[in-house]
C-alpha cells in the first residue's frame, strides 16, 4: 500500500508530452489526443499531472464541448484520463491519486464539484471505487465507441 503521492503539474514542454504518450500508450488507450491537452494547458483550460513512476491524471477546468461535465462558473471540474501503471495496481495509488486530485481541486481550483466519466461496466474496479468515494450518476450512460457498454457519468460534491 503506498502513501500519499505528490502530483506534478506537467509542463507544455517536449519531455512531459513524451513522458504523457509513453503513459498512454502503455495502458493501450493511445495518445493522439495529447497535443490537443497541451494546447488546452496553455489555454488554461486543462492540467495534466504526472505521478512520478506511478501514472497520471487530469483536471479539466472547461470543457466547452461539455460543461456539464466542466465549468469554472458552476465550480465544477472534470477529472481526466486516470491512469496508474500495472506494475502499481491494486496497492493504493488509485485511492491516493484521487485524493490528491480532489485535494488539489478543492484548495488550488476552489471547486465545488468534480466529475468524470467512465466506462459502466460492474466489472469496473474503477468504477466500483469511485462509487466507494461518493461518486453518484448523474446523466444516464451513453454509447461511446470506446466500450460495448457505455459510458457513466459520475459526480461528487466536495466538502469546503
Not at 519531455?15 to 488554461?44: H, N, T
Request: glycine share 6%; charged share 25%; aromatic share 8%.
Amino acid at each position: 500500500m503506498t502513501s500519499a503521492i505528490t502530483l506534478t503539474p506537467a509542463e507544455p514542454s517536449e519531455q512531459d508530452l513524451s513522458a504523457i504518450v509513453q503513459l498512454r500508450k502503455e495502458c493501450g488507450w493511445g495518445a493522439d489526443d495529447v497535443p490537443d491537452w497541451f494546447a488546452q494547458m496553455q489555454a488554461g483550460t486543462r492540467v495534466n499531472y504526472i505521478v512520478t513512476d506511478a501514472g497520471n491524471s487530469s483536471i479539466i477546468i472547461d470543457d466547452p464541448q461539455d460543461p456539464d461535465l466542466a465549468s469554472s462558473a458552476d465550480s465544477k471540474a472534470c477529472i481526466s484520463k486516470l491512469f496508474v501503471r500495472q506494475q502499481y495496481q491494486g496497492m493504493g495509488y488509485g485511492r491516493a491519486i484521487m485524493d490528491s486530485i480532489e485535494d488539489t481541486a478543492r484548495k488550488e481550483y476552489a471547486l465545488r464539484m468534480v466529475s468524470l466519466s467512465t466506462a459502466n461496466s460492474e466489472k469496473n474496479a474503477a468504477l466500483a471505487m469511485y462509487r466507494r468515494r461518493g461518486y453518484k450518476e448523474f446523466r444516464p450512460s451513453r454509447a461511446v465507441s470506446w466500450h460495448s457498454g457505455g459510458e457513466i457519468s459520475l459526480i461528487k460534491y466536495l466538502e469546503v
